[in-house]
């Protein structure tokens, strides 16, 4: 059987661009695949909020992380790209979460070259570690990953703090240490997108954040730009947080019944959640 992460190099191989949604629990999952994304993101930001109601500041750890991860990529049936933040410590941390992350199936991997504990790089004055220092971290996780065929995705945080040049550099130096995938984090405009997609010769890597720095664009306008793979992991749960807080504030003026438009369809939720075979599979036998 082919592995997710030989599915999702296959896909960068075949493709122009791969464009993978968030996905923040196992309901989004399902809505994801049966929309028919060929590949899913795993957001410590969003995971953390989901889990655990708290912020992206490096509050989860390794094995909050492959926990809720590695339930995702044991329930998906394409392959699952999952936050790593910086590796969650030492160099030790960070071999450890490598082969953890090979154990459950993940596909891809970011590791960030932030200090630790890291903070969102959207939201907070996110700053980078030395470059020798995140060039040792890719290294490292090189080496964990042995023979397995995940992919490790080398993320910089310093185009913010040091500027687009430094950014691009930083993350030659990755490539070079042996990272598959290059993400550049926070480029403020398509023009920076296109000249760091000309600037390195592996995969750019862009996180189209709803409401962060990088102005959001179409997967085909990305391919254009020169990016490989794109993630989009803040437009499903700021989605479904206002439909959310929608019944929650109509349900507080007692009201109980919103426009069935707005709401998703029960029926099609315990389908996908494979409700129909269950109740067939009782049917049969008899019983629950």
């Known amino acids: 059987m082919t592995s997710a992460a030989a599915s999702l190099r296959a896909l960068l191989a075949s493709e122009a661009i791969v464009a993978a949604p968030g996905i923040y629990d196992h309901m989004s999952l399902l809505l994801a695949e049966a929309a028919g994304h060929r590949a899913l993101y795993a957001s410590g930001y969003w995971g953390t909020a989901s889990a655990l109601g708290e912020a992206d500041v490096g509050i989860a750890g390794m094995s909050d992380f492959a926990s809720i991860f590695g339930r995702f990529a ?150 254009e730009l020169g990016v490989k793979l794109a993630i989009y992991p803040a437009g499903a749960p700021l989605s479904a947080l206002k439909g959310a807080a929608n019944f929650y504030a109509m349900l507080a003026c007692d009201e109980a019944n919103p426009d069935p438009q707005t709401m998703f369809d029960f029926k099609e939720i315990s389908r996908l959640l494979g409700m129909d075979e269950i109740v067939a599979f009782q049917d049969r036998h008899g019983g629950a």
């Open 74 to 223: 044991a329930r998906a049936k394409v392959p699952v790209i999952a936050d790593a933040d910086t590796g969650f410590g030492s160099l030790t941390n960070l071999r450890r979460t490598v082969q953890h992350y090979c154990r459950a199936g993940i596909a891809a991997m970011q590791i960030e070259d932030q200090p630790f504990p890291k903070i969102c790089g959207h939201v907070g004055r996110a700053t980078a570690v030395p470059t020798a220092e995140m060039v040792k971290r890719m290294q490292v996780a090189v080496e964990a990953r042995g023979d397995d065929e995940l992919l490790i995705i080398g993320r910089t945080d310093a185009r913010r703090s040091e500027g687009l040049e430094a950014a691009i550099e930083r993350l030659a130096a990755y490539g070079e240490a042996g990272a598959d995938i290059l993400f550049l984090e926070a480029p403020e405009s398509e023009e920076e997108i296109a000249v760091a997609a000309s600037a390195l010769d592996k995969p750019l890597m862009i996180n189209a954040a709803h409401g962060g720095a990088t102005p959001v664009r179409s997967p085909s306008r990305y391919a």
